[in-house]
Nanobody, 119 residues
Framework: QVQLVESGGGFVQPGGSLRLSCAAQ????????MGWYRQAPGKQRELVAA???????RYADSVKGRFTISRDNAKNTVWLQMNDLKPEDTAVYYC?????????????WGQGTLVTVSS
């Protein structure tokens, strides 16, 4: 059984920073893309940033220049460094991964971590 375990959310004032982490745990052969999505109240879940195994990245226009996604393939871990946070970044952030386990391929979601940006 493979699962994604997230950490790092919390409360921060506008202009502040937070770092989210997500570790894939279990019997894993490899992971394709890993990424972060977010869902604000009353809105659809949206892609924030994604990174493939060889390092290529993709960002939502709203976070370009402020957020940085990175990963460690040996640790099956992905991070999201969020700088210059704005109130509109407030949302539940979900980790996502395309995981090749020992016997099957799965698309997995983390449990979600709340990020609140407010003065």
């Amino acid at each position: 059984q493979v699962q994604l375990v997230e950490s790092g959310g919390g409360f921060v004032q506008p202009g502040g920073s937070l770092r989210l982490s997500c570790a894939a745990q279990g019997s894993i052969r490899s992971i394709n893309a890993m990424g972060w999505y977010r869902q604000a109240p009353g809105k659809q879940r949206e892609l924030v940033a994604a990174i493939i195994a060889i390092g290529g990245t993709r960002y939502a226009d709203s976070v370009k220049g402020r957020f940085t996604i990175s990963r460690d393939n040996a640790k099956n871990t992905v991070w999201l460094q969020m700088n210059d946070l704005k109130p509109e970044d407030t949302a539940v952030y979900y980790c996502h991964a395309e995981v090749h386990g020992m016997d099957r391929y799965q698309e997995l979601w983390g449990q979600g971590t709340l990020v609140t940006v407010s003065s």
